[in-house]
């Protein structure tokens, strides 16, 4: 085991800190687009009354949060692939991490233009709802069907980007020996496999699918907050293979 400890090479700390940015931001991106929109709808929906009251005004703050959330998103995977990048040169495991985390880019940069059209559309938005939020991705097709398929391709391009993150982190975690990073990649894990059974539940019948969005926020928050703490320590050695 020790033999195959050596000290930790300049490439190894400047992966760690921008994991740990990587980490900061998904923690920002995961209260603003996934926690607090999903506490905010479900007020909306079983208590509704004042600000909490599925309106175009509702919608209109939902879609900021939805906006500063996707751009976060956008940017924390970025550093995220930039972390895998520059530990790619010492170990070429990641390569398939930082791979997928540039077509998730891609995918984020999709969804950041799509809640931008959701802040411009709030009122169209409001009264196709009809207080129902789960008809979202139906009122979007029928109102601008470009968007929502875009919507639909930057879904699917982005949850491979968290695939990516999946992967990068659990090899940093071998590497860095650190269970934080571990822990963080089975929750961003989790939290993929979470969001697929609301998101396909949206396009067919899934029975119960939309509660699997209540545990959503905790996967969205626990995940980057782990892989922040963990990152943030000094990477004085690190384990080969």
Same mark, same amino acid.
């Given at each position: 085991?020790?033999?195959?400890? #050596?000290?930790?090479?300049?490439? =190894? +700390? *400047?992966?760690?800190?921008?994991?740990?940015?990587?980490? &900061?931001?998904?923690?920002?991106?995961?209260?603003?687009?996934?926690?607090?929109?999903?506490?905010?709808?479900?007020?909306? *929906?079983?208590?509704?009354?004042?600000f909490f009251a599925l309106g175009p005004t509702f919608f209109r703050y939902l879609s900021i949060l939805l906006l500063a959330g996707a751009i976060l998103s956008? @940017?924390?995977?970025?550093?995220?692939?930039?972390?895998?990048?520059?530990?790619?040169?010492? =170990?070429?495991?990641?390569?398939?991490?930082?791979?997928?985390?540039?077509? &998730? #880019?891609?995918?984020?940069?999709?969804?950041?233009? @799509?809640?931008?059209?959701?802040?411009? #559309? *709030?009122?169209?938005?409001?009264?196709?709802? +009809?207080?129902?939020?789960?008809?979202?991705?139906?009122?979007?097709?029928?109102? +601008?069907?470009?968007?929502?398929?875009?919507?639909?391709?930057?879904?699917?391009?982005?949850?491979?980007g968290g695939l990516g993150i999946v992967l990068g982190l659990f090899f940093a975690s071998r590497r860095f020996v650190l269970g934080t990073l571990s822990g963080g990649a089975v929750l961003y894990l989790l939290l993929l496999l979470v969001l697929v059974g609301p998101f396909l539940g949206a396009l067919v019948t899934l029975p119960g699918a939309q509660f699997l969005l209540l545990v959503a926020p905790f996967f969205a928050v626990t995940a980057p907050a782990l892989v922040l703490a963990g990152a943030r320590r000094p990477i004085v050695a690190v384990r080969a293979g």
């Open positions: 085991m020790r033999a195959n400890v #050596s000290p930790a090479r300049g490439e =190894d +700390q *400047t992966g760690a800190r921008r994991l740990a940015l990587g980490g &900061g931001l998904g923690l920002a991106a995961g209260v603003l687009a996934i926690a607090l929109p999903l506490v905010f709808l479900y007020i909306a *929906t079983y208590d509704p009354g004042g956008l @940017l924390s995977l970025l550093l995220y692939r930039r972390s895998f990048a520059v530990l790619r040169a010492v =170990d070429p495991r990641f390569r398939v991490a930082s791979a997928l985390c540039l077509v &998730g #880019s891609i995918g984020f940069l999709l969804l950041v233009v @799509l809640a931008a059209y959701v802040l411009g #559309s *709030t009122e169209s938005l409001a009264s196709c709802l +009809q207080g129902a939020p789960s008809h979202a991705l139906s009122c979007m097709r029928s109102n +601008q069907p470009v968007g929502a398929y875009s919507g639909l391709v930057g879904f699917w391009l982005g949850w491979l």
